[in-house]
């Protein structure tokens, strides 16, 4: 159970950074492009579920 919590919340946490990401992105560029924020998403995803772990 603790396995699919640590998934879950982790693919919430990249995908909502990922969406916030783009638009940060968008309005700083002007156009879409593809760039650090997909690593963010990535990292912060991996971060999460590291986090989720150690509790």
């Known amino acids: 159970m603790k396995k699919l919590i640590q998934i879950t919340a982790s693919i919430a946490m990249g995908s909502g950074t990922l969406v916030w990401g783009i638009q940060q992105a968008y309005q700083q560029r002007g156009y879409q492009a593809i760039g650090g924020e997909y690593i963010l998403a ?13 509790v």
């Open 42 to 54: 990535v990292l912060a995803a991996m971060m999460i579920y590291w986090l989720i772990e150690k």
